[in-house]
Each structure stands twice: as structure tokens, then as C-alpha cells.
């Protein structure tokens, strides 16, 4: 009787342990299959992290604050740039504040009962504006020069224009 129960409990013993086994077995593949999803999420998120970072960079290249030549030439010229940037781009916005029909900058009247607005202003560099408008309908486009004088007011010169159909 006493080696049957040995034999039984041998018997259990080695059931115990091929469970184990198995349930172990089937745990280190489910993590190793984890794994090999978290790292396959991470190259994503790599690839998507250095394509955002790319186009970033191609996004800030036509930037003043990116552009080291033309913030040279303010700090040549003896101007403090963090100060002289914020007012150029206030300057345009300044020209928002106008009475009448006729946008000081910008070459159309307002088709709506709005008035036109300079919306967004990108200094591109030491001499060039990029900025866009809109009466709240209608947008379009302006490419303005910039440039001190000799009592150190800014000067603007509208360059090009465009207004864009309206599209129904």
C-alpha cells in the first residue's frame, strides 16, 4: 500500500511539474510576444518622431529664428533681435487698426461687412514678409519688404499680392 501511494504520488508530482511546464511555456511566449509588439510600437514611434523632426526642420527653414545670416546682420546693425522681431510682425498687425475701406497693406476691399485682417505673419528673413489675410469670407496672400531707416522706423513695401477665388 505504501508504494502505491509513493507510485501515485510520483505520478501527481510529475503531472505538477509538466503543468508547471507548460503554464511557464505559455507565459515567456506571451511576454516574448509582447515584446516583439512593444518594440515593433517604438520603431514606429522612432520613425515617426524623426519624420515630424524632419519636417520640422523644413518647416522653421524659412524662419527668421532659424535663419543665424539675417539675425547676424540685425545684431551687426546694433538692433536686439528678441526685441526688433516682435516689432516688425507688431507693425503689421498694427495696420489692422485702420478707418475706412482701404487696409493700409493690404490692395483690396473687404467684400463683406468685415474688414480685412492680417491673420498670420511669418518674417522669413532680414528683408522679406510672408503674411495672410481675410474679411472673414474671402482670404488671399501678401509678400512685403521690410526695412529700418536712419531714425529707426520700419518701413514695409507691399510686394506682391494674391486673393484667392472663393470656392463653393
Do not use: C
Request: glycine share 4%.
Amino acid at each position: 500500500m505504501k508504494n502505491k501511494i509513493l507510485m501515485y504520488l510520483f505520478i501527481f508530482s510529475v503531472l505538477l511539474l509538466i503543468f508547471q511546464y507548460v503554464n511557464s511555456k505559455n507565459i515567456i511566449d506571451k511576454y516574448e510576444e509582447d515584446i516583439v509588439k512593444v518594440k515593433s510600437k517604438l520603431s514606429e514611434s522612432e520613425k515617426t518622431v524623426k519624420t515630424l523632426e524632419e519636417q520640422n526642420f523644413e518647416l522653421s527653414y524659412f524662419n527668421i529664428e532659424g535663419n543665424e545670416d539675417a539675425l547676424t546682420y540685425f545684431e551687426a546693425q546694433g538692433f536686439d533681435t528678441e526685441q526688433l522681431i516682435p516689432a516688425i510682425v507688431e507693425g503689421l498687425y498694427d495696420m489692422n487698426d485702420y478707418e475706412g475701406e482701404d487696409h493700409p497693406m493690404v490692395p483690396y476691399v473687404s467684400m463683406t461687412d468685415s474688414k480685412l485682417l492680417i491673420n498670420k505673419i511669418r518674417v522669413l528673413n532680414h528683408k522679406w514678409i510672408i503674411a495672410n489675410f481675410t474679411d472673414g469670407e474671402f482670404w488671399g496672400e501678401i509678400f512685403v519688404t521690410y526695412s529700418i531707416d536712419e531714425n529707426n522706423d520700419l518701413k514695409y513695401k507691399l510686394v506682391e499680392y494674391l486673393m484667392y477665388p472663393k470656392v463653393n
